[in-house]
């Protein structure tokens, strides 16, 4: 891949998740992270906690953990929470669970909240918050059926995957679709610029 953007000098950017969908929109975007590497930590919402808090909280949380063992260099983590009504829906690990979210999303509006984090190489850490709007058409019997049997919602948050099958039934968006895949790139360009990385010149 050839660069478009990169760290300054005699240092790497390690990307603190081994989420390919994150990986991959840092890639398109000419964004190569040096290492990649997941954090292990709990993600279990405290109560009453809003998703704004619980997403800046995870990502902050998943950089601090990378930076324990590989402090020094520039971390880049994130979060994702899809939000209906005021309940935080989970990573769907089951068919179960993602039949719910499906339900649950049927013919609605949703929010999905991505925090990211930046650790500098200095021990400090910078954080954005971005928020996007979607809207699901109602789903039949035979759509929440066929993305079930697809399996494509395993992992994810909210049940569903907006880049591949589930993009059939987004009536709308509003705000970051990259966001929804995972990683708001317009804010992650202005944190890693803001802290120094810059263009490769062509030579």
Not at 46 to 66: G, P, S
């Amino acid at each position: 891949m050839t660069r478009y953007m990169r760290p300054p000098p005699k240092y790497q950017l390690i990307l603190a998740s081994q989420s390919p969908r994150r990986k991959h929109l840092l890639a398109e975007a000419g964004i190569s992270a040096d290492h990649v590497t997941a954090a292990d930590i709990d993600e279990t919402p405290i109560k009453n906690e809003r998703a704004a808090d619980y997403v800046l909280r995870m990502a902050h949380q998943k950089a601090d953990a990378v930076a324990s063992r590989l402090g020094g260099q520039f971390i880049l983590s994130a979060d994702t929470a899809v939000i209906c009504g005021q309940r935080i829906l989970p990573k769907a690990e089951t068919a179960e669970e993602a039949r719910r979210c499906l339900q649950l999303l049927s013919g609605r509006s949703h929010r999905v909240y991505g925090g990211i984090c930046l650790y500098l190489p200095d021990g400090r850490w910078r954080t954005k918050l971005s928020v996007s709007r979607v809207k699901f058409r109602p789903l039949s019997f035979a759509d929440r059926h066929a993305y079930l049997q697809s399996g494509e919602w395993r992992g994810k948050a909210g049940g569903y995957a907006i880049q591949g099958r589930a993009g059939l039934y987004v009536r709308q968006i509003t705000g970051s679709y990259s966001n929804i895949v995972g990683l708001d790139m317009h804010k992650v360009a202005g944190l890693l610029l803001g802290a120094g990385f810059d263009y490769v010149q062509p030579e």
